[in-house]
């Protein structure tokens, strides 16, 4: 696979003073990037157009854009400090990021007054990103698998506590054999997360992010409901849990149920019934406004 990773250079001022003066900032990890105004044309004859990313469009140009924009689908996350992009399934995310005022790779032609650096695209420099970047990434894979298990015993005698909802979903996503113990499938995840942590952070962010955009469309419109054992496709029973769940194990069971086999069919018909009652909405408001 073939990725492009852009990084976040912002961070987050502080007022601890390292003993040769200088200050120590901590790095920014999260953030969510806007649509922008860039200039378009030749010498004198620049006009502003304004850019949107949405993840279903052929255009960014927002005014050729006909569908709505929906944060939960397609705003573009920083997480970890990383956006990984995949270079076939992502060219519209990594060309909205590359024309980005923010991306410190830009002219400063094209960046209004205000608007700061705060991203910048991984450079190659002998393969992929540079020893410094792959050893940021590596941490952060590795972290994420790491999160998995937690200990509340002593060093001497440990007592892991599993998040087996979340380490059912990462196996899944490797093919992991589901028969393998908890423990026995974190030691796996963590080979693939040091082997390779940029394709590792991609699939893993890529394959939840798109599943819960879509469910948290599905929520919104009352497609998919919940009470506290089970899920519901409008009527249709997705499954029942042994034990009553929250909010947050809830959401983590039902991606887990529509990433496997079983649940794919279930997906499809998700987002086909969505896009019902959005036009089934979009009738409803313009019988209202007529």
Known sequence: MSFTTF????????????????????????????????????????????????????TQIQ????????????NIRFTNGFCVCHNTHDKGTIEFLEKHP???????TQRRQGVFTVFRKAVPEVEGVSEIDKLMLKDEARKVVMGL??????????????DTAKIDLLS????????????QKIVELEKYASLKPTEFLYLIT???????KDLAMAFNLK??????????????????????LN?????????????????????NEMNKQVQVAIERKAREKELTTA
């Open 7 to 58: 990084i976040l250079t912002q961070k987050h001022p502080t007022t601890y003073q390292k003993p040769n003066g200088s200050y120590h900032d901590v790095q920014v990890s999260y953030r969510i990037v806007p649509e922008y105004t860039r200039f378009d044309g030749e010498g004198e004859d620049l006009y502003p157009v304004k850019y949107r990313h949405i993840r279903s469009e052929r």
């Open 63 to 74: 005014k050729d854009q006909v569908m709505p924009f929906s944060p939960d689908r397609d």
């Open 102 to 108: 923010m991306n410190a790779d830009q002219p400063d």
């Open 149 to 162: 298990a937690k200990n509340s015993g002593t060093k001497a005698e440990p007592n892991y506590e599993y």
């Open 172 to 183: 899944r996503i490797y093919k992991i054999d589901d028969a393998k113990s908890p423990s």
């Open 206 to 212: 890529a394959a939840t992010d798109r599943v819960d």
């Open 223 to 244: 497609v998919i409901t919940t009470d506290k054992k089970s899920a519901f496709l409008n009527e249709v029973l997705l499954f029942t849990s042994d034990k009553p």
């Open 247 to 267: 909010e947050a194990d809830m959401k983590t069971k039902i991606i887990s149920y529509l990433l496997t086999p079983a649940g794919n069919d279930h997906y």
